[in-house]
């Protein structure tokens, strides 16, 4: 018998009927290779392979099968995804393959009903599936519950385990695990699972986080095709009145191209941001209503009503004509959204584990992967010289190039000092025991794996300092428990979350859900959500509500938001694709148009022979072609160690591609004065880079913590010294 045909027979019946049902006739290679960590070995398991390689049933296949042959007595699957919709989604697939096997499978999160969460409480079995903050209410507010629903557990599955590495989700996550550990006295593997990885040693590293076992890595070998194609769409300026027609011209070409691209297939739109999501779907039913042809658009982000998802989800999944939906990274995670056959990228992806993780909506079941990039971007031939510059062609170019070519996806980067989930783990642990000794609660926080970077002395004054802010109190007989003022954080359902989120206020038509948005108009003011437009009729400040009517009015951005981080790679990338003279296949006339005029530009202003050029007047450019985390350390050392010995008057930063500094000083000079000091920061450390009472903030619960130890977890997470100066020498050496 094959060694295939022998995993084969180790498998539940269950699980084998399911495969004859699929009418699968062998295993994927991932799945052989988890079924034999899973099975023979001890150890914990990454899977890093592509979309719809069959890694979720590569992890639930063995997993299932220990739990067939021995049934646990509590969860003996804990599953955490890092969305609703994708535990949903996987809820669905989950659900089919259990059929037959008698394993309960229940989930928990903000839609799932009481009476379905009692019904766990009172039978802990089978797999339970959550998201990281349900799991943080769990912890802090049903701790007594824990030894039950969890004594037994044998996996944890992290889905996506990409989108929580180097994340302070990914924090809390190793936090919640340990905690779980030690509560249940329960030693569970676990399983990692991720389509973008290729830093293996620093993800496996941190999957067996404060374990004794190792973690072994299953990637088999990509072959995926791909068909890529980039155009670019010319925008006048804006401001330019006497160019209005000429950008309406240009406008009505981009959302006709796109329209035309999308409208007969099974289709999704990706944008970097909720707002582009918005307007993409309003202006493609409005082709579709001036061709009076169907409206197949939908709308897709997290600020969407969760009904108004799901609709999106089943046009695509199931329904029985072409449907398009412009949608954020709601859809970049692996929902299965079936035979998907083409997904377009509108501007450009600011990494390239994003690209990775889109392209890989398209192309499923051994079809070739195609994804299409829209690059609109406004070209003002009277700007200035590094604002001519298609900073989003190029970058496009940069991302495809470095993953198609060099396989290259960025590395994982880890927090040395993450003092806002110090604060939130604290505070979450002291809520979960009721009260604790100083040395108790600092042995149950430090011995977290995730804060070994903090010592006992930080930690005795981190605590004294939420002790003068009434966060957290000692007792007359000695023990902490929480404060007036911590009671009021800790107990807001907000505090299960430890990103960042602005708070929303919901939107209804009549009674039904639209969705919410960060920022309200006044009532009689016209916005857009879900890809409509809206008349606001009434606020309900008291109950975060608004009710609306629809309407035919303006457009309007309704959520704060900023661009992702780019890394000093795809930088210096971008760079040599405007420094050489190569034609990529992929890019088509428009775009080949743009990049030959932006090259003969930089080749004819100097814009690539120095990193600080003039730029007339006493201005000058900084162009350090270092990505975000550097640029920033840049711009701090201009404007904190360098402005008032050179009397630089203004330091205007457009990141992460160049700077505009004025001031008394040449380009020369400039350059020499950034490359001594940076030389010297290097010596002194990058706390001298801040302001003796400065800490700025780097994460949601920072503003609670102690200055001191702030700056000190800014100048190691929030600066880099090293990639700065890594980046200037590279030009240097160029």
């Not at 004859?20 to 392979?49: F, G, M, N, P």
């Not at 903000?110 to 089978?126: A, C, H, I, W």
């Not at 911590?486 to 430890?498: D, K, L, M, T, W």
């Not at 608004?546 to 760079?575: C, E, F, N, P, Q």
Request: charged share 25%; proline share 6%; aromatic share 8%.
């Amino acid at each position: 018998m094959s060694s295939q045909g022998h995993l084969f027979y180790r498998l539940a019946p269950f699980i084998r009927e399911y495969m004859y049902r699929k009418r699968w006739d062998t295993l994927r290679e991932a799945q052989v290779e988890a079924c034999r960590v899973l099975l023979d070995t001890s150890h914990h398991l990454l899977i890093a392979s592509g979309t719809a390689s069959g890694k979720t049933e590569a992890a639930f296949f063995p997993a299932l099968t220990g739990l067939y042959e021995a049934p646990s007595s509590s969860v003996g699957i804990l599953y955490i995804g890092p969305l609703k919709a994708l535990i949903n989604d996987q809820f669905e697939r989950i659900q089919e393959l259990l059929r037959e096997g008698e394993v309960p499978v229940w989930h928990w999160h903000g839609d799932v009903s009481q009476e379905e969460k009692t019904k766990l409480m009172q039978n802990p079995s089978g797999v339970l599936q959550i998201t990281p903050e349900s799991l943080e209410g769990l912890l802090m507010n049903r701790p007594n519950a824990i030894p039950a629903l969890f004594h037994d557990l044998r996996y944890v599955i992290i889905d996506e385990v990409h989108a929580f590495m180097g994340a302070d989700r990914g924090i809390q996550v190793l936090s919640q695990l340990t905690r779980i550990e030690r509560m249940a006295a329960c030693t569970p593997r676990r399983i990692g699972l991720s389509a973008t990885l290729k830093d293996y040693d620093t993800a496996a590293g941190w999957l067996a986080a404060g374990t004794k076992e190792l973690a072994e890595v299953v990637s088999p070998p990509g072959s995926r095709r791909l068909r890529i194609s980039v155009e670019h769409f010319s925008f006048p300026d804006a401001r330019d009145e006497k160019k209005a027609e000429q950008r309406e011209h240009a406008e009505k070409a981009y959302y006709d191209y796109m329209y035309d691209t999308t409208r007969r297939h099974k289709a999704l739109i990706f944008t970097n941001s909720r707002s582009d999501a918005e307007l993409t779907t309003l202006e493609m039913r409005g082709v579709a209503a001036k061709r009076q042809e169907p409206d197949v658009f939908h709308v897709h982000h997290g600020s969407i009503s969760s009904m108004l998802r799901e609709e999106a989800e089943a046009a695509l999944r199931s329904g029985p004509g072409p449907a398009v939906a412009a949608a954020t990274l709601t859809l970049e995670l692996g929902i299965d959204l079936g035979e998907l056959e083409r997904v377009v990228q509108l501007g450009a992806p600011y990494s390239c584990s994003s690209f990775v993780q889109r392209l890989g909506r398209s192309g499923r079941r051994g079809q070739a992967s195609e994804m299409l990039f829209l690059c609109p971007e406004e070209e003002d031939e009277t700007a200035q010289l590094p604002a001519r510059m298609p900073w989003m062609l190029l970058r496009a170019i940069a991302v495809i190039e470095l993953y198609v070519h060099e396989r290259w996806v960025e590395p994982l980067t880890l927090r040395q000092k993450p003092v806002g989930l110090l604060y939130h783990q604290t505070m979450s642990i002291l809520k979960s025991m009721g009260e604790a000794e100083p040395a108790e609660l600092a042995k149950a926080v430090l011995t977290l794996p995730v804060f070994r970077g903090f010592t006992a002395a930080e930690y005795r004054d981190f605590l004294n300092y939420l002790l003068q802010t009434d966060h957290i109190q000692r007792t007359d007989e000695g023990p902490l428990i929480i404060g007036l003022t911590g009671e009021r954080i800790v107990n807001h359902f907000r505090f299960y979350a430890v990103f960042k989120d602005d708070e929303e206020h919901v939107v209804y038509n009549g009674s039904e859900e639209i969705g919410s948005i960060t920022t309200v108009p006044p009532p009689g003011y016209c916005f857009s959500l879900a890809g409509k437009l809206w008349k606001v009729e009434e606020v309900d400040p008291r109950h975060k509500a608004l009710y609306v009517k629809s309407s035919k009015g303006k457009v309007d951005t309704l959520w704060l938001g900023a661009g992702g981080d780019i890394h000093t790679r795809v930088v210096r990338k971008m760079r040599q694709v405007l420094d050489d003279s190569t034609l990529y296949p992929y890019l088509a006339p428009g775009a080949v148009q743009r990049l030959e005029r932006a090259r003969r530009l930089a080749r004819e202003s100097g814009l690539l022979n120095s990193t600080v050029i003039p730029a007339g007047g006493d201005s000058m450019f900084v162009l350090p072609w270092a990505g975000s985390k550097p640029f920033r350390t840049l711009e701090r050392l201009l404007k904190h160690n360098l402005a008032g010995a050179h009397s630089l008057r203004s330091i205007v930063p457009m990141e992460p591609y160049y700077m505009v500094v004025a001031g008394k000083t040449t380009p020369e000079q400039l350059m020499d004065a950034i490359a001594g000091e940076l030389d010297e920061c290097l010596v002194a450390g990058p706390e001298s880079l801040l302001d003796p009472k400065e800490a700025p903030y780097l994460g949601k619960y920072d503003e609670f913590v102690k200055p001191d130890l702030l700056r000190t977890a800014f100048a190691v997470d929030g600066l880099d010294l090293e990639g700065l100066s890594d980046a200037l020498r590279g030009l240097k050496d160029h």
